[in-house]
């Protein structure tokens, strides 16, 4: 089992970048895939990037391929999502989950989520 929590969110402007973490605990840690999802208000939760529990596969929406760079570092339970050039309707809460099966775009392939962290990009 594996718990996550998610941090680094905030208020920027439009073209602002911002490094978003999420922290794993868990004995087994490298055995997760782990995803990064939003949710807007009013809409339905939206995949962002995914990487493979080894770090080395992963992909990303085409919305944000390009811009955002997703990472981790195994042994200290971390991964990252960088976000670039930020835009306006992209505030959202992101969040991330881990899951036991290989990467996912489906956010109920995965079964550990976290609070979420709130990006606001102002325009």
């Known amino acids: 089992q594996v718990q996550v929590a998610e941090s680094g969110g905030g208020l920027v402007q439009a073209g602002a970048s911002l490094r978003l973490s999420c922290a794993a605990s868990?004995?087994?840690?490298?055995?997760?895939?782990i995803g990064w999802f939003r949710q807007a208000p009013g809409k339905e939760r939206e995949f962002v990037a995914t990487i493979s529990g080894s770090g080395g596969f992963f992909y990303y929406a085409d919305s944000v391929n390009g811009r955002f760079s997703i990472s981790r570092d195994n042994a200290k339970n971390m991964v990252y999502l960088q976000v670039n050039s930020l835009k306006p309707e992209e505030t959202a809460v992101y969040y991330c989950g881990a899951g036991d099966k290989a990467v996912n775009s489906r956010h109920a392939m995965y079964g550990y989520w976290g609070q979420g962290t709130q990006v606001t990009v102002s325009s």
């Open positions: 868990g004995r087994t840690f490298s055995n997760y895939a």
